[in-house]
């Protein structure tokens, strides 16, 4: 009856007449394209003839027909994509009746998914969901996809193909629109398993197959010999996952993340975290710059609902993928820096609760799996509140941050134990936390501005707008709450946050900064003349503790070295009173035990000696040599070593313990006066106008605690080395004019109304009177006389004015209608 039927006939003319005729006629095939594509109506008798055509080829094996029935089928898709719905259920059904020939042939199964890649390509899905048994049908044809990247044969070569073309299929759904049209969970839950099992057999990691050149196009051939390899499906694999994520909008994130968790919790692929962290560093490196600060959320709630102690494997791997993401370079734009914050630091410190300590160092066996995991998660943890400052998000984020944890040190509490932890230990954590950041601060401004070079190439706008705050750092005033610390009375927590203050001047030390013949002055902000004064003043304290030891010795050496390095000129002129004020306590008899005399006085040498280095000052470090080689004769000289620039762990640590027998006092002290002479005239300190420098001499000549000490302080907070006029706010038109003397005297007098009302008055009773005796006019008078500048005007001139004026007869007094104007 087919012929009889016009798309019948035209779709048999298609099909080769003779034997040993490969492929379809073009010329026909042409017809029924134009034919399809200009009646839409006749798509659907032509997708069911094509079906049952198929249909009893499979059955009859005709290889060479169903290889044209597919051909016509890709010809039909791209030149009525438009009307695609119309016979999209029967492409599906064609392509699973290829997909299940029982002899596998290769040929047919890679021609049907170049079909099914080309179908995807215009399926937009708005069917799906609607139509019960083409969602059915469609599903059904994915999972024949996903089941081929699971494909096990004798033949590795085949093996490999079958595998290619599974997950070619799987990545054509991803591209497709329709994969988010209908039931998104659904189709992921098909898709996602395969690829997971895929990349979790691969041998290379997973964030890096993506980066690889090999990875074919959906367009290439399984056939092609140059493709099949040990890895390409893994290639495959990586590619899909990359481009899945990328087109997941915010809910679907979590949807696709849903099953990679489930795999690596029903498959326990959590530890060793490699398999883990390299999955989500991929998706973190695909999703769009608006959606990776989901990815941290989907990791903590993780990490939160995963609270039993024989799933701490787990825990150490999620805290090493937030390690990761944290510190990578790629900013996370919308996350909400100080409830992540505060969410890492409450995990940390829960961590070490139950008597557990912060490990520091990571076990060397591998019997002991606790202790490796404790060391993941603390070090992991730690790491991931630096990496909350790797990107800057907003102006005074690093204040934030650096302030939420000085908080936390809890200066000054009288508490044993916060949080379930003792204080000691709860602050040691904390400074662990806060060295991490503070050393790393000049790196921060360095990696945002290189961020920021690199997002201007990119098409992000999300990610070029953070480069706005690039270069920021902690500023000083931050840390003015902690100086306490530093007369805390436990010694280990007050040399800690002193080391953790030294490396964090050191990192934001400026290497240009001891260049040039005059000084570059840094103390001109009030915020940081308030921190050098309050740190000195915490030393000073600092020095005559009861329990001051070898350790914070050397830890206060380091802290007054780091201020010259961070200041520069200012620096060092601040810290000379101090300096010299600590070799008064030596002198005076103020500080006990021999041994610690000598320590603070080698301090003050070894300070002076770092000065005249730093300056390249020869005489300075030349008379400093001397007297410590005086000292070294006579016994005099400690023998703390001020070198290292880290206090070493199991050393002495008490003066009591620190030569016991030498009880020989310092009796050779520096000379004030030749120092401060060496310093005016060969150091770098002097200002350009101080040309003899007697004001360089004023300042290191002032006593500490002295009221021109104070006066010193004063001159520092309102001092400035450059020139503000271009950063001052200026108006956007000049002044009319600049002469501002005659602002009182040109200012304009205004008239009160109830001078007006008695002037009013006035004159209805006094017209006769003006008349009679021939008054001036009125107007004469205001006009000659009232208008006339005076240097100074008062009131009951005002009133004499308007008495003054007068009104004809014929008129009456009204304010609507002046009696002048006629």
Request: hydrophobic residues 35%.
């Amino acid at each position: 009856m087919h012929l009889y039927v016009k798309h019948a006939t035209l779709i048999n003319n298609c099909y080769p007449e003779k034997e040993g005729e490969s492929g379809s006629r073009s010329s026909e095939l042409s017809y029924l394209t134009f034919y399809a594509s200009s009646r839409p109506v006749k798509l659907t008798k032509v997708g069911l003839f094509l079906e049952k055509k198929v249909e009893r080829d499979v059955a009859k094996g005709r290889k060479q027909h169903n290889i044209v029935s597919l051909e016509i089928l890709r010809s039909l898709i791209q030149a009525c994509h438009r009307d695609l719905n119309l016979f999209s259920k029967y492409i599906v059904k064609i392509l699973s009746l290829v997909l299940d020939t029982k002899d596998k042939d290769i040929q047919l199964i890679d021609l049907a998914s170049e079909t099914f890649v080309v179908f995807c390509t215009y399926h937009d899905g708005t069917t799906l969901g609607v139509d019960a048994e083409f969602t059915s049908d469609y599903e059904a044809l994915i999972k024949k996809f996903a089941g081929f990247c699971t494909f096990k044969n004798n033949d590795d070569t085949l093996t490999s193909q079958m595998e290619y073309i599974g997950h070619r299929g799987l990545q054509a759904c991803v591209v497709s629109p329709a994969l988010q049209a209908s039931n998104y969970k659904t189709q992921l839950g098909i898709v996602m398993p395969p690829i997971i099992v895929t990349l979790a057999k691969s041998k290379q990691p997973v964030n890096d197959l993506v980066k690889s050149k090999k990875i074919p196009d959906l367009k290439q051939s399984a056939l092609d010999n140059n493709l099949i390899g040990e890895n390409m499906a893994a290639l495959f694999a990586a590619k899909t996952v990359a481009l899945l994520f990328e087109k997941s909008n915010g809910a679907g994130v979590r949807l696709a993340l849903s099953p990679l968790m489930g795999y690596m919790d029903a498959k326990q692929k959590w530890w060793p975290p490699n398999f883990a962290v390299a999955s989500l560093e991929l998706v973190l490196n695909s999703l769009q710059p608006q959606y990776r600060y989901l990815l941290v959320s989907e990791i903590l709630q993780q990490f939160e609902s995963t609270k039993s102690q024989s799933i701490v494997g787990k825990q150490a791997s999620l805290v090493s993928v937030l390690d990761t993401v944290l510190n990578a370079n790629l900013p996370l734009v919308g996350i909400s820096v100080l409830e992540v914050l505060n969410s890492l630091f409450g995990h940390l410190i829960k961590s070490l609760q139950g008597g557990r300590q912060f490990r520091e160092q990571e076990p060397n066996g591998s019997d002991d799996e606790q202790a490796t995991f404790e060391y993941a998660i603390h070090q992991g943890l730690a790491h991931s509140i630096a990496g909350l400052t790797s990107h800057t998000y907003y102006q005074n984020q690093l204040d934030d941050i650096t302030g939420y944890l000085l908080a936390k040190l809890r200066v000054g509490t009288t508490l044993e134990q916060v949080e379930g932890l003792s204080l000691a230990q709860y602050r040691h954590v904390t400074l662990k936390c806060l060295d991490l950041i503070a050393s790393n601060d000049k790196d921060i401004s360095a990696d945002n501005s290189d961020a920021s070079s690199s997002d201007t190439s990119s098409n992000h706008d999300s990610d070029q707008l953070i480069s706005s705050y690039s270069g920021a750092t902690i500023s000083l005033e931050t840390w003015v709450p902690a100086f306490g610390l530093l007369v805390d009375t436990q010694a280990h927590t007050r040399i800690e946050f002193a080391m953790t203050l030294v490396r964090y001047l050191n990192a934001n030390a400026d290497d240009d900064l001891n260049v040039g013949s005059f000084p570059k002055h840094t103390l001109n902000q009030h915020g940081d003349v308030m921190f050098i004064n309050s740190l000195q003043q915490s030393i000073a304290q600092w020095a005559i503790l009861d329990d001051f030891g070898v350790q914070d010795v050397q830890a206060l050496y380091h802290l007054l070295c780091a201020l010259t390095r961070r200041f520069g000129a200012d620096g060092t002129i601040k810290t000379m009173p101090l300096v010299f004020q600590l070799q008064t306590l030596v002198k005076q008899g103020n500080v006990g035990q021999t041994s610690r005399q000598r320590a603070l006085a080698a301090v003050v040498v070894e300070y002076l000696d770092m000065v005249g280095q730093f300056y390249h000052v020869d005489r300075l470090v030349h008379y400093v040599n001397q007297v410590r080689s005086e000292r070294l004769q006579n016994k005099e000289y400690s023998t703390v070593e001020f070198a290292s620039t880290t206090t070493k762990k199991g050393s002495v640590s008490s003066f009591d313990h620190l030569e016991p027998e030498n009880t020989t006092p310092v009796d050779a002290f520096l000379d004030r006066h030749v120092v401060v002479e060496i310093l005016s005239k060969d150091a770098p300190l002097r200002d350009e106008d101080d040309t003899h420098g007697l004001d360089l001499e004023s300042k290191l000549y002032v006593e500490w605690g002295s009221e021109a000490f104070v006066n010193q302080e004063r001159s520092f907070r309102i001092r400035t080395s450059r020139n503000l006029d271009e950063v001052k706010p200026k108006l956007a038109t000049p002044w009319i004019s600049t002469d501002f003397t005659q602002t009182q005297e040109g200012k304009k007098q205004t008239i009160k109304v109830e001078n007006l009302k008695e002037a009013l008055t006035a004159m209805t009773s006094g017209n006769e009177e003006n008349e009679a005796n021939g008054a001036v006019d009125g107007l004469h008078i205001l006009t000659s006389s009232s208008l006339a500048k005076r240097t100074k005007d008062t009131r009951p001139d005002v009133t004499s004015l308007l008495s003054g004026l007068s009104v004809g007869t014929t008129q009456s007094s009204s304010l609507v209608n002046p009696p002048y104007t006629s």
